[in-house]
């Protein structure tokens, strides 16, 4: 990993990242607007992050702070428009991430679920995802969420348990929506089933990248997750 080097991006390498990779990896519907990302982002609640090599961006990643303790959510992951996808840039970037958030109590990631009624090449993709996360470390949580009608498993990674993670998860919500636009689009959780079978369950991460070192592209959602699976497996 000596040859790649993790940067936080300024404001207009954030705006380039946003137009040129993750516009085109993200359907409309899992793309957070750039304005929310800057509210955040001059709240202290949201790091842009960029993989290079030398001068040139090989993946991004956007984390989101809990506001009140110490979680992490990977909102979005990506492998840049025009890199190699499935050679490892996304498990590359993961690793930095988890070395740079070492200290934070958990890492919380949204992957779309599987779905009855989706074409198997679909599921089969979203189970990639999940095996992506697993495979650098994350582990399942047991319930499943539904944000703005999409979806999503969850994993966590850390050592903290899933009631700690759950109510972390809220909060961020919680904090960006009024109660009336909370109550009618965000569910957390949406479904828990006993012994931790999801209807369904499947990785966003807004991630994108399909090869079987890396299955990214895709976030909180849809055919690509809004998620950070979506970019570099694609969120």
């Not at 070492?102 to 009855?116: F, Q």
Request: aromatic residues 12%; hydrophobic residues 35%; glycine residues 12%.
């Amino acid at each position: 990993m000596e040859q790649y080097e993790l940067k936080k991006l300024d404001l207009d390498t954030l705006h380039l990242v946003y137009q040129d990779h993750l516009t085109p990896d993200f359907p409309p519907a899992e793309r957070k607007p750039l304005a929310a990302m800057e509210k955040l982002l001059s709240a202290g609640r949201y790091e842009p992050w960029g993989l290079y090599q030398g001068e040139e961006l090989m993946a991004y990643a956007m984390m989101w702070k809990d506001p009140e303790g110490g979680f992490e959510l990977l909102d979005y992951l990506g492998v840049c428009q025009g890199k190699p996808r499935g050679e490892g840039i996304g498990t590359v970037m993961v690793a930095y991430l988890m070395d740079h958030y070492s200290h934070v109590e958990g890492i919380l990631v949204e992957t779309e679920a599987e779905e009855d009624g989706l074409p198997e090449a679909e599921n089969e993709l979203r189970r990639r995802r999940m095996s992506f996360y697993r495979r650098v470390g994350f582990k399942d949580l047991s319930y499943v969420v539904d944000i703005y009608g999409v979806r999503y498993a969850m994993f966590l990674y850390g050592d903290k348990g899933e009631e700690e993670a759950m109510e972390a998860h809220q909060r961020l919500y919680h904090y960006e929506l009024t109660p009336w636009l909370y109550d009618k689009f965000i569910h957390i959780p949406w479904s828990t089933l006993p012994g931790g079978v999801r209807y369904g369950g499947v990785l966003n991460v807004r991630c994108i990248s399909y090869g079987t070192e890396d299955i990214g592209q895709g976030r909180p959602g849809k055919t690509v997750s809004r998620r950070a699976g979506a970019g570099f497996l694609r969120q």
